[in-house]
T-cell receptor
Framework: ETGVTQTPRHLVMGMTNKKSLKCEQH?????MYWYKQSAKKPLELMFV???????ENNSVPSRFSPECPNSSHLFLHLHTLQPEDSALYLC???????????????FGDGTRLSIL | DAKTTQPPSMDCAEGRAANLPCNHS???????VYWYRQIHSQGPQYIIH???NNETNEMASLIITEDRKSSTLILPHATLRDTAVYYC???????????????FGKGTKLTVNP
């Protein structure tokens, strides 16, 4: 149990569907992240939210839309996805501060997304 | 791009120490060395981090060379459950403000054999 819960664990959707991935952290952290892990490729950072504000968008296509309503919840809204978007989507959280040692990120177990 | 270099794979016998090397020759003075691992079908798990001193916790030990250009993660008594991909990452401290990125490379796939 990492304290970061992702739902659903598996999702199959067509290219014209709209779906959302959900992440919830129970660690009291103030920063949350979305990563993408494609087959045979390293994890890629997609978005960073710090104190509910988006601080990083790593050139992610607009068909991925993040939402962070509060510091405990993070969503990734999906629409008009492509087959190459099939991947494991991982959420993470950490306690970040303006000064001092960077803190470890805690990851959920991901949502396995398949685009038909 | 990842700022670290790791061997793609290693094998270790159960009960023996697993020593995983990492090169980070371009590391800066304010960059920490972090280790994570990813067991199949799970998200990455934090193991340990350090700046310049050796570190030890309940999971592993981290040995950083004096010039900080390389490090070794040591699992003192490897078990079958330690089979995973191990990632070595360098990460800046928080004095620049905000959240810092983790840039993952391909890691080392460690297989612990019975």
């Amino acid at each position: 149990e990492t304290g970061v819960t992702q739902t659903p664990r598996h999702l199959v959707m067509g290219m014209t569907n709209k779906k959302s991935l959900k992440c919830e952290q129970h660690l009291g952290h103030n920063a949350m992240y979305w990563y993408k892990q494609s087959a045979k490729k390293p994890l890629e950072l997609m978005f960073v939210y710090n104190f509910k504000e988006q601080t990083e968008n790593n050139s992610v296509p607009s068909r991925f839309s993040p939402e962070c309503p509060n510091s405990s919840h993070l969503f990734l809204h999906l629409h008009t996805l492509q087959p190459e978007d099939s991947a494991l989507y991982l959420c993470a959280s950490s306690q970040e501060s303006a000064r001092g040692i960077p803190q470890p990120q805690h990851f959920g177990d991901g949502t396995r997304l398949s685009i038909l | 791009d990842a700022k670290t270099t790791q061997p793609p794979s290693m094998d270790c016998a159960e009960g023996r120490a697993a020593n995983l090397p990492c090169n980070h020759s371009t590391i800066s003075g304010n960059e920490y060395v972090y280790w994570y691992r990813q067991i199949h079908s799970q998200g990455p798990q934090y193991i340990i981090h350090g700046l310049k001193n050796n570190e030890t916790n309940e999971m592993a030990s981290l040995i950083i060379t004096e010039d900080r250009k390389s490090s070794t993660l040591i699992l003192p008594h490897a078990t079958l459950r330690d089979t995973a991909v191990y990632y070595c990452i360098v990460r800046v401290d928080g004095t620049q403000g905000g959240s810092e990125k983790l840039v993952f490379g391909k890691g080392t796939k460690l297989t612990v054999n019975p």
